[in-house]
């Protein structure tokens, strides 16, 4: 087991004496022993733990609830309960305030060490899968293009990214499925078997299409779009849904377009270049063939 922070709250001075023991023995750090409510928001305030033990009833105008609500309203922190009240009530006010578990006094050293050990490892949990969150929200957010999935109808189910950018159309056009992705295809660049390729999205496992197109925007502008699409499968191999990819390369096609028409005017530059220098030649040879027949001894200089 990890070790952890942990605060104990409790006004019966044995019981938190007797906690200390228990969670040092199961390797914890114990970062405060505090007796009211009012301390112990103070002490998480000062050193946030990863697990707070609160009793519930505890000596002053507030109680643990109260204390865990405020605590918790500001703070990720876990919280399981100390007490030796298991009426409904308070339960169900205990239970409002999200705590990972009770303790019900008197309990066993073992039931206290699995409880915390429990809510350790849900928290961490937490923890992993906000982080992971995060960076895919940052994913999400910093690419540059538009990604999709959609069910194997073709019917969308995310779209995320730069829809109104790169196509012209507002998000919920693409996102209620009102326009198609590949509806704005340009017709001179839709797959001609089409459908079989949609076929296959639908029915082939880890089937993938990637593919440089043109699509027409709202405004009827022309743009370069590469799209990556394949289908996810579940653990028997059956497809279940399609996802994708879709990045502007217009510049990129702008670029190569114009690289294309340098080197080509180059090109013709050169044999035109090359042609004028072997007509001359000929044309020298032609006038110095001309003037032997004439009698002349020196050759005419044909300027070019």
């Given at each position: 087991m990890?070790?952890?922070?942990?605060?104990?709250?409790?006004?019966?001075?044995?019981?938190?004496?007797?906690l200390?023991?228990f969670?040092?023995?199961?390797?914890?750090?114990?970062?405060g022993m505090?007796?009211?409510?009012?301390?112990?928001?103070?002490?998480?305030?000062?050193?946030?733990?990863?697990?707070?033990?609160?009793d519930?009833v505890?000596?002053g105008?507030?109680?643990?609830?109260?204390?865990a609500?405020?605590?918790?309203?500001?703070?990720?922190?876990?919280?399981?309960?100390?007490?030796a009240?298991?009426?409904?009530?308070?339960?169900?006010r205990?239970?409002?305030?999200?705590?990972?578990?009770?303790?019900?006094?008197?309990?066993?050293?073992?039931?206290l060490?699995?409880v915390?050990?429990?809510?350790?490892y849900?928290?961490?949990?937490e923890?992993y899968l906000?982080?992971?969150e995060?960076?895919?929200s940052?994913c999400?957010?910093?690419?540059?293009?538009i990604?999709?999935?959609?069910?194997?109808n073709?019917?969308p189910?995310?779209?995320?990214g730069q829809?109104?950018?790169?196509?012209?159309?507002?998000d919920?056009?693409?996102v209620?499925?009102?326009?198609?992705l590949?509806?704005i295809i340009h017709?001179?660049e839709?797959?001609?078997?089409?459908a079989?390729?949609m076929?296959?999205?639908r029915?082939?496992?880890?089937?993938?299409?990637?593919?440089?197109?043109?699509?027409i925007c709202?405004?009827?502008q022309?743009?370069?779009?590469k799209?990556f699409?394949?289908n996810?499968c579940?653990?028997?191999?059956?497809?279940i849904?399609?996802q994708?990819?879709?990045?502007?390369?217009t510049?990129?096609?702008?670029?190569?377009?114009?690289?294309?028409?340098?080197l080509?005017?180059?090109?013709?530059?050169?044999?035109?270049?090359v042609?004028?220098?072997?007509?001359?030649?000929?044309?020298?040879?032609?006038?110095n063939?001309?003037?032997?027949k004439l009698?002349?001894?020196?050759?005419?200089?044909?300027?070019?």
């Open positions: 990890e070790k952890a922070k942990i605060i104990i709250v409790e006004d019966d001075r044995l019981m938190a004496e007797c200390e023991q969670l040092l023995s199961f390797g914890h750090e114990v970062s505090v007796s009211s409510a009012e301390d112990a928001i103070k002490a998480v305030k000062e050193n946030v733990p990863d697990l707070i033990l609160m519930i505890l000596d105008k507030m109680d643990g609830i109260e204390a609500d405020k605590i918790c309203s500001e703070d990720d922190v876990t919280v399981v309960y100390i007490t009240y298991s009426d409904g009530e308070r339960l169900e205990a239970r409002k305030t999200g705590p990972f578990g009770y303790v019900i006094k008197p309990f066993e050293k073992r039931e060490e699995v915390i050990a429990a809510a350790l849900k928290k961490r949990g923890m906000k982080d992971i995060k960076r895919c940052f999400l957010e910093s690419f540059r293009g990604i999709f999935r959609s069910d194997l073709f019917m189910i995310f779209v995320h829809i109104e950018e790169i196509t012209g159309f507002k919920n056009d693409i209620s499925g009102s326009i198609n590949e509806e017709p001179e839709r797959i001609i078997n089409s079989e390729t076929e296959k999205l029915t082939v496992p880890n089937f993938s299409i990637e593919k440089e197109c043109r699509i709202q405004d009827k022309v743009r370069w779009v799209k699409v394949q996810v579940d653990d028997s191999g059956k497809p849904f399609i994708g990819i879709v990045c502007d390369i510049k990129r096609k702008n670029v190569e377009e114009l690289h294309s028409k340098v080509n005017d180059l090109k013709n530059f050169v044999n035109m270049t042609g004028r220098e072997n007509r001359m030649i000929e044309l020298k040879k032609e006038v063939m001309l003037s032997m009698g002349r001894e020196e050759p005419y200089e044909i300027i070019s």
